[in-house]
């Protein structure tokens, strides 16, 4: 990583780029060259800057954006931010320790959200299947998406209504992630940053939308998003960055607002030290701290989407853990350790292996002392505190394992908000306006509905209609569905 100090501001700063031309990639390259302004003034200034991390080549030898799950992502030098543009951007050269009254900075807290009373349980579950990120049909089947949505929502609720229930009737998540907006100001207030914190949800409230009309009403000047999971996945701060990414495209106002995303930061010294103490603590609880196997447990994605559709959320997870237990390391602890997936949802491969299936295996080959470690999210969930802590305990006790520990979330853990608002700091100057999307959106949309025949496009709504109207009404294949374990 490339980064340059910004005169006034004393900000390590990472890349600003963007380019014309997309395509489809997979994996990233490093290689980054990038020029900040450095000037003291608060002009803006034009600039074009070169970058290939986490970009490819094209036939036309020029460099393009990345593309994962057909979301255009700025390519990254170090910490990314995301954004939409061209290549030569609009930068805002921006001095955190002297900007004016005029300029009204905002954070925005992306999260999931989830149901408040086991009577949200439904709509909530409604929201998450009806978003194409999370069941990702072809695009001529996407009619079928809301019918799906609600077909599977129907059939999942008792289960999940059930989890909820043991957890104390409703998700944790919008009361964990308020408490963490606030930390996150004071932290901030602290370093002398003054900044309004929203929170929006995916799929449930305060939905980001109403989040992003509070950014409008309160007249926000620059604007960081960050999403609170440490690793990208299309699944999570994908579809919320490309929710985002429609309202913003719509708005005259926040086409204009300059965004800095912050998309990924599972690599931040903060983070990996903050969850190295909770690791660290958490193994003196056991009295044969030494014979602790480290067990880290992430949320699972569909493999299709890291395999096809090149999420780099397997590759980041993997990275991830092994930063932590280099940290480990050098304090001195050398405990064994694995990763699995857990939360796997419906009759598709998801990314292996499977948490279930490793906790029984290490408690038949001979492991004692387990240590669970939640590593995909930064606040106690229902995947926390029912599937860890009853479920696979349970399991994993049953399976020969005698002594079990649970890590806990980051929640508002002090060195983890400190570094979150580092974060914000660092990502302040390389904002810059998402409007220069609007106009290649357009032109890809219109050039997409061009190709289409419309025989083909006939025969496939049929054939879609007719199979919601099956799945729908079936009352048998309902009641089949209910007794499938994996909805
Ligand atoms: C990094 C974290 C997460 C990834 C990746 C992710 C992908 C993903 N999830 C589902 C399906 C469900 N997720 C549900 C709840 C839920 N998921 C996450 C995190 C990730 N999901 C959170 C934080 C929560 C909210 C938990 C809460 O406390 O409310 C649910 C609902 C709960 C349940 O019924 O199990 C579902 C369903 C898919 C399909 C998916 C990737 C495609
Ligand atoms: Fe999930």
Redesign the pocket.
Known sequence: MEAANCGLSQLKLSNLHTHNNITRQKHASSCCKFTIGSSKDTKRTKKTLTCCSHSSSNKDGGVSKSNIGGLVLKPQAGRAYYSAGVRTYEENSFDVNAHTNEEKIGVLLL?????DTLQD?EP??FN??ADP???RLPRSFRFLQRPLAKLISVL?AP??QE??AS?GGG???RKITNEQANALKDALETKNVHVNVYVGMRYWYPFTEEAVEQIKKDNITRLVILPL?P?F?I??SGSSIRLLQNIFREDHYLARLPVSIIEAWYDRTGYINSMADLIEKELTTFTNSEEVMIFFS?????VT?VEDAGDP?RDQMEDCVSLIMKELKHRGIKNTHTLAYQ?R??PIQWLKPYTDEVLVELGQNGVKSLLAVPV??V?????T?E?IDMEYKELALESGIENWGRVPALGCKSSFIADLADAVIEALPSASSMSTTAASTTKKKSSENANIDPLQYAAKIFFGSFLAFILLLSPKLISFFRGNPML
């Open positions: 999260n999931l959200g989830g149901p349980v909530f579950l998450l299947f990120d999370i069941i999942r289960k999940s989890g909820y957890i998700s944790p998540l999971y690793q996945s699944s999570t992430a949320h699972g994605v569909p989407y959320y939360s949802v419906g995909s999210f606040s106690e969930h229902i995947e505190l599937e």
